[in-house]
């Protein structure tokens, strides 16, 4: 398998994973978006908080772009980066695109 086809696979192992996890919301709804063709991968939040107010967000966007992973919102507690380092992605295929491009040098991984 090449690299892209692992990353991809990566990618929806782990929102597939977050995505089990049920929210205490029971009107809540959490969808899986999956682009294979264009490589865009989120998790989106729908439903009402106590019937009254509407809930909708993504809480991971993760893309696929010139070879690198690029990760362009995580609202979790656990960070994606660190999970996929873990799997084997090298950090130099790791985008933290919700830093600023000026930051991105700070960090240990790639800046774009």
């Not at 063709?37 to 989120?42: A, G, L, N, S, V």
């Not at 690029?70 to 609202?75: F, K, L, S, V, Y």
């Not at 799997?87 to 991984?109: C, N, S, W």
């Amino acid at each position: 398998m090449d690299k892209l086809e692992v990353y991809r696979q990566h990618i929806q192992d782990l929102l597939k994973k977050r995505a089990s996890i049920k929210s205490a919301n029971l009107a809540m709804e959490t969808q899986l978006i999956f682009d294979t063709e264009r490589d865009h991968y989120q998790i989106v939040n729908t439903g009402w908080k106590n019937n009254t107010t509407r809930v909708y967000g993504c809480s991971v966007h993760v893309d696929i772009k010139d070879g690198k992973i690029w990760i362009q919102h995580d609202g979790s507690e656990i960070a994606i980066a660190d999970q996929l380092v873990e799997l084997g992605v090298p950090k130099q295929d790791i985008v933290l695109a919700y830093q600023a491009p000026i930051m991105r040098q700070y960090t240990e991984f790639a800046v774009g």
